[in-house]
């Protein structure tokens, strides 16, 4: 249903119902979060005109609306997630990734089962409910160790919830991970429009695969996840919407968004970094859409700015990351330049992290915080 559609009195008509001029351009903004939060979604002008939007009382509006949403579904608790690195060997080339294939200049490094499961009885005693075994899609992990690493994860600690963020698999590898014990998988899709992937990604790569890998993990059973990079090399405006649009209809579990950082070894090394401020808006538009939705305040958000993290939460944000990875690879593990994984990013500064939390407001939960609780 478009604003034309909806009713007279509490909307406009159309977009094209208000006159040209700031005054009513912000009014119009204004009108937009307000159908957003009671709707859910918006057409892909209205969406498009939230993005273009710089007035600055209606950003703190949107962001207000976003907060009082996780508020009221979640209260003032952060769910947090223990995230471990479990590899940065990776077969692909993505242009923007530091730990491509291409990239000469890092060591390459592979957890254990071991290791991974003393990673996890650290995060254990300091609280964490939920591991995140995160990792390049090496090729040498075949996915029966996968599945022996999610059973022997399961088995210790089976009052845990296990996420997966292990790139594209074939549907009978998700399935048997999630037989396996993982109730989680997140996947971003970095960008829903063809010629901008392209642009993104190598030949061998398909946008259609990665969205095909998508539907298997929703109809597996997994709590999906995907994302965008905000500020991608060659993004536009229009293709934030297109990603919007596809994010309303596929409905994930969660949503992971964070601003492009570029990375000194790959092809997009001279590319500035992607917006906060358009970063923030989308994740508040992201919980407007979907209010039981599980959306992190990214560590891209912290690396970009010292108090990203605790921006991203404002904005609407319900979950944060530390990480759990043994502190000799956490270098290692180098997305783009400079990826904070130590102080308040890292399981070791847990308390810090409350401490700051607690300024603006907010606790953080050590429930295993799945989708709809």
Not at 42 to 48: H, P, Q, S, T, V
Not at 360 to 367: T, V
């Given at each position: 249903m478009t604003l034309k559609e909806r009713n007279d009195a509490e909307y406009p008509t159309s977009l094209s119902s208000f006159s040209s001029g700031e005054g009513s351009e912000v009014r119009l903004c204004k009108l937009l979060v307000s159908a957003l939060r009671r709707n859910h979604k918006?057409?892909?002008?209205?969406?498009?005109?939230?993005?273009?939007c710089k007035d600055t009382d209606t950003?703190?509006?949107l962001q207000q609306q976003a907060r009082e949403v996780a508020l009221a579904r979640f209260g003032n608790r952060i769910f947090i997630r223990g995230l471990i690195e479990i590899t940065n060997r990776c077969r692909n080339n993505c242009y923007y990734c530091g730990i491509r294939k291409g990239n000469s200049h890092i060591p390459r490094y592979g957890l254990s089962q071991e290791e991974i499961l003393a990673c996890c009885r650290d995060g254990y005693r300091l609280g964490f409910r939920t591991f995140v075994l995160q990792g390049g899609e090496a090729p040498d992990i075949r996915d029966e160790w996968v599945v022996e690493t999610v059973a022997s994860i399961r088995r210790e600690f089976p009052d845990c919830a296990i996420t997966l963020s292990l790139g594209e698999k074939s549907r009978e590898a998700y399935l048997r991970f999630f037989r396996a014990g993982a109730n989680r998988y997140l996947l971003r899709h970095e960008t829903y429009n063809e010629e901008h992937y392209r642009k993104l990604h190598p030949e061998e790569m398909s946008l259609n695969h990665r969205l095909q890998c998508l539907d298997w993990l929703k109809e597996t059973g997994y709590q999906t996840g995907t994302g965008i990079m905000v500020g991608s090399p060659y993004q536009t405006v229009d293709h934030l919407v297109e990603d919007i649009l596809y994010i309303e209809r596929f409905c994930p579990e969660m949503i992971g968004i964070g601003p492009f950082l570029p990375h000194h070894d790959t092809p997009f090394a001279s590319f500035g970094p992607g917006d906060m401020?358009?970063?923030?808006?989308?994740?508040?538009?992201?919980?407007?859409?979907?209010?039981?939705?599980?959306?992190?305040?990214?560590t891209a958000l912290a690396t970009l700015a010292p108090d990203g993290r605790e921006r991203g939460i404002l904005a609407g944000a319900n979950v944060v990351m530390p990480n759990l990875s043994p502190q000799g690879q956490r270098s290692k593990y180098s997305l783009y330049d400079n990826k904070a994984s130590m102080g308040t990013e890292s399981a070791e500064g847990l308390r810090q992290l409350e401490k700051q939390l607690e300024t603006?407001?907010?606790?953080?939960?050590?429930?295993r915080g799945d989708y709809g609780s």
């Open positions: 918006l057409d892909a002008g209205e969406y498009k005109a939230l993005l273009l950003l703190n509006y401020e358009m970063t923030l808006k989308l994740l508040s538009i992201f919980r407007l859409m979907h209010p039981a939705a599980l959306i992190p305040s990214t603006i407001g907010y606790c953080l939960s050590e429930d």
